[in-house]
């Protein structure tokens, strides 16, 4: 499943399935990006980075897409699992200010 | 173990009075942080420090105050002033690192004024 845009949309998937996690930034300027997870109640925790001058990233069980044509950054986990359940924002960083998205709650369903 | 501690996690106040959050970091970092997070909004910036005894209003100071005396510490003082303090707070940091530029959390404190 996909989700799109800076509000929070819920993203619900069956554990196993592939997460696909949309994140529109806003500025052409911005050359590091970060995606953080963030369970109830909790700080946020950093998954994965990635630089402007990058279009793919992989971590473990985690690929961030980076589309500047677009101002479009995604998040991609494999084989979801219960404990993925969490909101996942974006994070834009552009000379020494950095804006975060609202985030997009994913719920897994075993 | 290394780390941003905030304290208390949960804070209960009376309208019209100060209250203070505690953020402590022993990641020896130099830039220090505070955000408001509200349901259904990102994280705003408040206040941030750079370095000690120093710091810079952020896009929603007004109503907030910062101190920065010593690296580890960088309290955030919700004052009368601020008209809508019940929210999610959190402090982070971030070391000078030229590889990245991630931002540490803390886990958080929950202020409710009624």
């Known amino acids: 499943g996909e989700s799109v845009g800076l509000h929070l949309p819920t993203l619900s998937v069956q554990e196993g399935d592939n997460s696909i996690i949309n994140c529109a930034y806003s500025?052409?300027?911005?050359?590091?990006f970060i995606w953080y997870k963030q369970e109830s109640g909790k700080g946020p925790q950093f998954i994965i980075d990635i630089r402007s001058n990058m279009d793919k990233r992989q971590g473990q069980r985690v690929t961030v897409l980076l589309n500047k044509t677009v101002k479009h950054l995604s998040l991609q986990i494999a084989a979801t699992q219960p404990g993925d359940s969490a909101v996942y924002f974006c994070?834009?960083?552009?000379?020494?200010?950095?804006?975060f998205g609202a985030g997009t709650r994913l719920t897994v369903k075993p | 173990d290394g780390g941003i501690t905030q304290s208390p996690k949960y804070l209960f106040r009376k309208e019209g009075q100060n209250v203070t959050l505690s953020c402590e970091q022993n990641l020896n970092h130099d830039a220090m942080y505070w955000y408001r997070q509200d349901p259904g909004q990102g994280l705003r910036l408040i206040y941030y420090s750079q370095i000690v005894n120093d710091f810079q209003k952020g896009d929603i100071a007004e109503g907030y105050s910062v101190s920065r005396e010593k690296k580890e510490s960088f309290p955030l003082t919700v004052t009368s002033a601020q008209k809508n303090p019940t929210a999610f707070y959190l402090c982070?940091?971030?070391?000078?690192?030229?590889?990245?530029?991630?931002?540490?959390f803390g886990p958080g404190t929950r202020l409710t004024v009624t």
């Open positions: 994070a834009e960083y552009n000379n020494n200010d950095m804006r």
């Open positions: 982070a940091s971030r070391g000078a690192s030229g590889n990245s530029y991630e931002q540490y």
């Open positions: 500025n052409s300027a911005s050359d590091y």
